[in-house]
């Protein structure tokens, strides 16, 4: 075997709650995450012991230690206790710097591959400790389909798979910056809240359509003026099309709707595209096998 080839899928935050600085510098989050079918695809060989290194189809992202797929697979050697290297070629599909966890969703997939190509060396409880070590948002990305995250993303409880449901995903011509909306959200003393609970029920009973009107993120509240604008245009432009329900993703500055059907999809995405710097059809995913 040369080599393993595996599919790095985004990530939708259908929920995000902060509800927490921590000691340790991170946040205490509550969020309900789901999978979709906007993915990059991941190549994995081995390589010569301490050689790690990536490429892309973005010059832009870095190819080291920087790299959160190179930092993967020095996490999966260090919980394998033995001495390793890869040689790792991302094509990107996923929009960077989106709240999308792509690079998490690409971290994910080089420890899957690496498992293969080691004949699954690393148990589930293995896999995790690299995923976490890797990312917040790795041990998800690593599990996919619909489930609810805890702590700093690392408290994860599958949930029955909500049915496949048309989504649009699009890019705003701007980014966030995560530090500065986790400062912002520190710094306020009352906000409104997800209903997590209600959220739960929903995709319990497989209702798409209560998912879709509990969707709600506490960064979109903290957006400074410009991009709080933005968001409510992408999101007003998703619901006038037919979405359901509609909502920033992570961090952003990605906002996503979900829809009915594939015509209503359609149709808000041909309508994105105008004023978006990217759109995109998917749908959303069960957990891989």
């Not at 912002?184 to 009973?205: F, I, Y």
């Not at 509609?246 to 359609?266: H, R």
């Amino acid at each position: 075997m040369s080599g393993v080839t595996r599919e790095a899928r985004a990530k939708l935050n259908l929920s995000l709650d902060v509800l927490g600085a921590r000691e340790d510098g991170y946040h205490e989050l509550r969020m309900v995450m789901q999978s979709c079918s906007l993915a990059d695809e991941v190549y994995v060989e081995r390589a010569a012991p301490g050689d790690f290194r990536a490429s892309t189809n973005r010059s832009y992202i870095p190819g080291g230690d920087r790299n959160v797929a190179v930092k993967a697979a020095r996490a999966f050697y260090k919980a394998l206790g033995e001495p390793g290297g890869a040689a790792i070629r991302i094509t990107k599909r996923i929009p960077v710097c989106a709240g999308l966890g792509g690079g998490s969703s690409d971290a994910a997939a080089v420890l899957a591959a690496l498992n293969e190509l080691h004949g699954g060396a690393l148990g589930p409880e293995g896999l995790f400790a690299a995923a976490l070590e890797a990312g917040s948002d790795v041990p998800f990305c690593l599990l996919g389909g619909t489930a609810l995250a805890e702590g700093r993303g690392e408290r994860l409880q599958a949930l029955s798979p909500l049915p496949e449901t048309d989504v649009v995903i699009c890019m705003p011509h701007f980014s966030c910056s995560t530090p500065e909306l986790f400062a912002r959200v520190d710094s306020r003393r009352s906000r409104c809240r997800p209903d997590t609970a209600g959220m739960l029920e929903a995709v319990a009973r497989g209702d798409v359509g209560g998912v879709a009107r509990r969707m709600y993120n506490v960064f979109e509240d903290v957006l400074d003026r410009r991009a709080a604008s933005a968001v409510a245009e992408i999101k007003r432009l998703l619901l006038d099309n037919g979405a359901l329900g509609a909502a920033m993703s992570g961090s952003g500055s990605a906002v996503f709707g979900l829809f009915p059907d594939a015509a209503s999809a359609e149709a808000a995405h041909a309508a994105a595209k105008a004023v978006c710097r990217e759109a995109f059809i998917a749908h959303t995913c069960a957990a891989q096998g």
